[in-house]
C-alpha cells in the first residue's frame, strides 16, 4: 500500500479501529521513543487511500502509548482507555464520530479497572458492554472487565464535563430536564424479518430513523421529521425483510439521540 496526503509521525504503541460508516481507520497517539503523542489520524479506504489529520473538539486524552481503543458502532464513537505517559494510566475518554469529532472522558468509578498499558477491549454487541482484558501494570494481568453501555435518551456514556455547546450549533440552548425526550421500540416480526418500529418525536423537525448492523452499517433507514410530533410506527425492514441476526435501532433528531438493540428470527 501507497497511500497518499500527510502521513502520521512515526510511532509505535499506538491504536488504530476501523470505522465502517466512513470505510476509514482511524489511528490514536503513540510514541516515537521521545515523545508521547495524542493526535488522532484518519485513513481513507475508498479509492487510492489517504491519510489526513482529524481535526477533533472537546478535551483529548493526554499524550500516551499502549492505550486500547475499540469503535462503538451504535454511538459512532471510538472508546480508549488506559496506557502509559511515564506513568500508568486508568482514565477513559471517547471520540464521538456522528458530527465534528468530539472527545468527552468518560466519568470513572471506584469498581473501574486499574492502571494499564497493552491491554485489548473489543465491543461485545450481543451484551451491548466493552469488554477489557489483561494488559501489564509492571507485571503480566489477566483479568477481564466489562462497560455496560448505557442507550438512553441521554448521552450513550456518561462523560465527565463535556465541552460546552458552540451556540448556534446542535446541542446549544436549554437543557430543561422537563423537556420532551425521544422514544423508541422495535418489534420484529419472526416469520417475515419484519420490523415494526414504534417511536415518539418531541417535536416537528429533521428526523432519522436507522437500523444498523452489528458492525454498524446502516441497513436500512427513513426520513420520519416530516410525520410531526406524537408517536409514530412505521415497517423498517426494507420490504424484504432483515436475516436473522442482532441490529440496532437508532433514532436522531437535532442533537439528541437514542438507541435500542432487537433481534431478528426468520
Do not use: C
Not at 101 to 114: C, E, L, R, V
Not at 134 to 162: E, F, H, I, Q, T
Amino acid at each position: 500500500m501507497a497511500p497518499g496526503g500527510t502521513l502520521p509521525a512515526p510511532r509505535r504503541g499506538h491504536t488504530a479501529v476501523y470505522d465502517p460508516v466512513n470505510d476509514r481507520i482511524l489511528v490514536f497517539g503513540g510514541f516515537n521513543d521521545i515523545t508521547f503523542f495524542n493526535d488522532t489520524w484518519a485513513l481513507a479506504l475508498s479509492g487510492i487511500p489517504q491519510w489526513t489529520k482529524v481535526e477533533t473538539r472537546g478535551r483529548p486524552p493526554s499524550p500516551r502509548y499502549g492505550q486500547a481503543a475499540a469503535y462503538d458502532p451504535v454511538s459512532r464513537r471510538m472508546v480508549v482507555f488506559g496506557g502509559y505517559n511515564g506513568a500508568f494510566l486508568d482514565d477513559g475518554f471517547a471520540l464521538d464520530l456522528s458530527a465534528t469529532p468530539t472527545w468527552s472522558p468518560i466519568a470513572g468509578g471506584s469498581d473501574q479497572p486499574p492502571v494499564r498499558d497493552f491491554h485489548t477491549i473489543v465491543f461485545d454487541p450481543r451484551n451491548d458492554r466493552l469488554v477489557l482484558y489483561g494488559g501489564n501494570d509492571g507485571m503480566p494481568l489477566g483479568d477481564v472487565w466489562g462497560l455496560s453501555l448505557d442507550r438512553g435518551a441521554g448521552p450513550p456514556l456518561k462523560a465527565a464535563n463535556p465541552p460546552p455547546a458552540v451556540p448556534g450549533e446542535p446541542g446549544a440552548g436549554s437543557s430543561d430536564p422537563r423537556a420532551p425526550t425521544l422514544s423508541l421500540d422495535g418489534q420484529p416480526r419472526p416469520s417475515r424479518g419484519g420490523l415494526d418500529v414504534t417511536f415518539s418525536l418531541p417535536s416537528a423537525g429533521a428526523a432519522r430513523l436507522e437500523v444498523l448492523d452489528v458492525g454498524g452499517r446502516v441497513v436500512a433507514w427513513r426520513e420520519v421529521g416530516f410525520l410531526g410530533a406524537g408517536q409514530h410506527r412505521v415497517d423498517l425492514s426494507g420490504g424484504q425483510g432483515l436475516p436473522s441476526g442482532v441490529f440496532w435501532l437508532r433514532l436522531t433528531q437535532g442533537n439528541r439521540a437514542v438507541s435500542r438493540k432487537v433481534v431478528v428470527l426468520q
